[in-house]
Structures are given as structure tokens and as C-alpha cells.
């Protein structure tokens, strides 16, 4: 299946973006850079918009979550948008029991533990048009208010979506769900599979809807040794992928505490790899081979220092990217909420300008 024609990447307005430039191995005249948590608590506009709505309610009000894309593009100047949602979103849509707890994160109304449980997933079905309706649409509307901006695709990876089904709430080491993957590997494979397809498909709805590239998220890789995550989350991962492995359209891989798991993260079908803080840009590429366009790797913590040891640490990580054949800046992890948006302003001027 090929990207209907009015979709920005086939229409033109954002084939030759500078995200997507990079993202497909180039240098563009401006270095593009976007950061993960761009809309979010960090911006007091964002806290207006979200007064008194849930966050799961706040990503399926399609006006509302196409606004909270927005605001951060207006604000900051970057050169793309991220679709808001959250990694659970797709749980929510598939019929799974789960909140968001402000303070703690989401949480199930029972964890998924046996192949009783999973099967009751599978009973469920795959994600019908009707569910997916909130997402296009506000994918829809926030296209076409980013005009020649283009919009990433947002969703989980399959073992990062098991981990808070198989714990039911977020978790430090993951003990219950790396467990259940030595413990039952069977019925771990069939939660993996559910979760491949549920996350590629909300995946797949966005770029169909206009996203012009995919990232997929996992979270809680880095908790993985590489030889589990090679055989136990690697393959619904590149399950996840297949999903938009049709359409012309570039994907990113990001995990956090993954420096160790950086080829085979690449290998699962991503395009783009996004580097943690942890990790410098040059000694990623020269792991990956020198062949493969990369993102990051601010440190968020660095955002809160003054600005000639950001302004420094922000000149290195433009340095080091450079080894790389593409490259995006961006944050190694999340915006702290904490963070100061006029900060975010400025590093992304330096980028420009840099």
C-alpha cells in the first residue's frame, strides 16, 4: 500500500523537510532538532490547556490533542512535531483497563500474568478504524495546521507496552515481566505478538493520517540484557516496524539505557537511532557502523545549569553528531517539567545557528 496523495510527504510539503533530510541520511542547510516531552508540564500553556482533563482523555479529545502538539512547535521553533499521546494509549483503545496516575504513572486494573490473561487480549481483536478514530483525526487536524512542519508518529514498543501490562503499574527493574519471559516463554511470545500488533497498528494509523516518520519508543529496554532483548523483545519490535514497513516513510528507534543494545535496535527495521545522555554521538556511530542517521543526545539534566555549560555541552553533542551520516538534535531522554521554556527556545536557536 502506498501513502495516499494528499499525505505531506507525497504532496510535498514536507519531502524535503529538514527532519526528514536528516532522518534520510543528509545535512540539510538548517540542522534540524525537536525534543521528546516538547509538549508537556514544562509549558505553562500546556498546563492551561490540560487544566481539569486526564491525560488518557487528553490524547483521544482529538482538538485538544492536536493543540498540545502544536504549542511547543509555536514555542520553541523546532522542526517537527511530536503527536501527543502516551505509550498506554493504544491499551486504552484495544478495551485494557488502565489510568494514568498523576505521581505515578499508568496503572492497570489487573496485570496480565498467565495465558488466561493473554488470550483474553487476543479475544479482543486488533484495533478497528472506529477505535483509531480520535488518532487520525487529530493527526489529521495537526497536519494540516503544521503545513510544511512535519509531524513523528508516536507509540510504544512491544516490550515496553508488556512490561506495564505484565507488572500493572510502572516498575524499577521489570523482575515480573523479565520472569515471565524465562518463566513461560510461550505465553510471553503471545503477549509480545498482541502488543506488536496493537502498537504497529496505532503506529500505522498515523502515518496514514499524515505523519511523515515513526518513532517507536521503548522505554524499559535498557532494563534487558542484550542477549534477552535479542531473542525475547528484538522480534516483536521488528513485528511492531512491518506494520509501516509498506509505506514510504522513515522510522526512529529510541530506548533509554540501551547503549549496549544499539545494533540490534537498529536491526529490527529503524531507520534513525536515537542515542540516550549516556552514550556519546561519535562512539554510537562508530558502534552502529557509521551507516545510520542518529538523534540526541542532550542531557536533560544539563538544562538547568547555566547557560555556558549548556551552551558548551550543546556545541559537543552538534560536534559529535557530525561523525554520524544524519543527525537530529535532540534531548537523551525527556523534558524534565521542571525545565525553564525559554531555555528550550534558545538551545534550539543555537542549533539553528550553530
Given at each position: 500500500?502506498?501513502?495516499?496523495?494528499?499525505?505531506?510527504?507525497?504532496?510535498?510539503?514536507?519531502?524535503?523537510?529538514?527532519?526528514?533530510?536528516?532522518?534520510?541520511?543528509?545535512?540539510?542547510?538548517?540542522?534540524?532538532?525537536?525534543?521528546?516531552?516538547?509538549?508537556?508540564?514544562?509549558?505553562?500553556?500546556?498546563?492551561?490547556?490540560?487544566?481539569?482533563?486526564?491525560?488518557?482523555?487528553?490524547?483521544?479529545?482529538?482538538?485538544?490533542?492536536?493543540?498540545?502538539?502544536?504549542?511547543?512547535?509555536?514555542?520553541?521553533?523546532?522542526?517537527?512535531?511530536?503527536?501527543?499521546?502516551?505509550?498506554?494509549?493504544?491499551?486504552?483503545?484495544?478495551?485494557?483497563?488502565?489510568?494514568?496516575?498523576?505521581?505515578?504513572?499508568?496503572?492497570?486494573?489487573?496485570?496480565?500474568?498467565?495465558?488466561?490473561?493473554?488470550?483474553?487480549?487476543?479475544?479482543?481483536?486488533?484495533?478497528?478504524?472506529?477505535?483509531?478514530?480520535?488518532?487520525?483525526?487529530?493527526?489529521?487536524?495537526?497536519?494540516?495546521?503544521?503545513?510544511?512542519?512535519?509531524?513523528?508518529?508516536?507509540?510504544?514498543?512491544?516490550?515496553?507496552?508488556?512490561?506495564?501490562?505484565?507488572?500493572?503499574?510502572?516498575?524499577?527493574?521489570?523482575?515480573?515481566?523479565?520472569?515471565?519471559?524465562?518463566?513461560?516463554?510461550?505465553?510471553?511470545?503471545?503477549?509480545?505478538?498482541?502488543?506488536?500488533?496493537?502498537?504497529?497498528?496505532?503506529?500505522?494509523?498515523?502515518?496514514?493520517?499524515?505523519?511523515?516518520?515513526?518513532?517507536?519508543?521503548?522505554?524499559?529496554?535498557?532494563?534487558?540484557?542484550l542477549a534477552d532483548y535479542e531473542?525475547?523483545?528484538?522480534?516483536?519490535?521488528?513485528?511492531?516496524?512491518?506494520?509501516?514497513?509498506d509505506l514510504d516513510v522513515r522510522?526512529?528507534?529510541?530506548?533509554?539505557?540501551?547503549?549496549?543494545?544499539?545494533?540490534?535496535?537498529?536491526?529490527?527495521?529503524?531507520?534513525?537511532?536515537?542515542?540516550?545522555?549516556?552514550?556519546?554521538?561519535?562512539?554510537?556511530?562508530?558502534?552502529?557502523?557509521?551507516?545510520?542517521?542518529?538523534?540526541?543526545?542532550?542531557?536533560?539534566?544539563?538544562?538547568?545549569?547555566?547557560?555556558?555549560?549548556?551552551?558548551?555541552?550543546?556545541?559537543?553533542?552538534?560536534?559529535?553528531?557530525?561523525?554520524?551520516?544524519?543527525?537530529?538534535?535532540?534531548?537523551?531522554?525527556?523534558?524534565?517539567?521542571?525545565?525553564?521554556?525559554?531555555?528550550?527556545?534558545?538551545?534550539?536557536?543555537?542549533?539553528?545557528?550553530a
Open positions: 500500500m502506498s501513502l495516499p496523495p494528499t499525505h505531506p510527504l507525497v504532496d510535498g510539503r514536507t519531502t524535503h523537510s529538514a527532519l526528514v533530510t536528516a532522518y534520510s541520511g543528509g545535512r540539510p542547510a538548517r540542522r534540524p532538532v525537536w525534543f521528546m516531552r516538547q509538549a508537556g508540564r514544562s509549558l505553562p500553556e500546556y498546563r492551561a490547556a490540560r487544566a481539569g482533563t486526564a491525560m488518557l482523555d487528553a490524547c483521544l479529545t482529538p482538538e485538544l490533542a492536536s493543540e498540545l502538539t502544536l504549542q511547543p512547535v509555536r514555542r520553541h521553533d523546532v522542526d517537527a512535531g511530536i503527536f501527543f499521546s502516551d505509550i498506554v494509549v493504544p491499551l486504552r483503545l484495544a478495551g485494557v483497563d488502565v489510568v494514568i496516575e498523576p505521581g505515578v504513572g499508568p496503572v492497570l486494573g489487573s496485570a496480565v500474568r498467565t495465558a488466561d490473561d493473554v488470550a483474553r487480549l487476543h479475544d479482543a481483536g486488533p484495533l478497528t478504524a472506529e477505535a483509531l478514530a480520535p488518532i487520525t483525526e487529530a493527526v489529521g487536524l495537526t497536519v494540516a495546521a503544521l503545513g510544511s512542519t512535519p509531524l513523528i508518529g508516536f507509540a510504544g514498543a512491544p516490550f515496553t507496552l508488556a512490561a506495564y501490562l505484565v507488572e500493572g503499574r510502572p516498575s524499577r527493574d521489570h523482575l515480573a515481566a523479565r520472569t515471565l519471559m524465562h518463566a513461560d516463554p510461550d505465553t510471553w511470545a503471545a503477549l509480545m505478538a498482541w502488543a506488536a500488533d496493537v502498537t504497529g497498528e496505532f503506529l500505522r494509523a498515523q502515518v496514514l493520517a499524515g505523519a511523515s516518520a515513526a518513532q517507536l519508543f521503548d522505554s524499559w529496554a535498557g532494563s534487558l540484557s531473542t525475547h523483545a528484538a522480534p516483536w519490535s521488528a513485528r511492531a516496524f512491518r506494520h509501516v514497513s522510522t526512529v528507534h529510541f530506548g533509554t539505557g540501551t547503549s549496549e543494545l544499539l545494533v540490534a535496535m537498529r536491526d529490527v527495521g529503524a531507520d534513525v537511532v536515537g542515542v540516550d545522555y549516556r552514550l556519546p554521538l561519535d562512539e554510537a556511530n562508530r558502534r552502529l557502523g557509521g551507516r545510520t542517521p542518529l538523534q540526541g543526545n542532550i542531557d536533560p539534566a544539563l538544562l538547568a545549569a547555566p547557560w555556558p555549560v549548556l551552551e558548551a555541552h550543546v556545541r559537543d553533542v552538534i560536534a559529535r553528531g557530525a561523525h554520524a551520516p544524519g543527525h537530529v538534535v535532540n534531548l537523551g531522554h525527556g523534558v524534565p517539567p521542571e525545565t525553564d521554556p525559554d531555555v528550550l527556545t534558545r538551545v534550539a536557536a543555537l542549533v539553528h545557528e
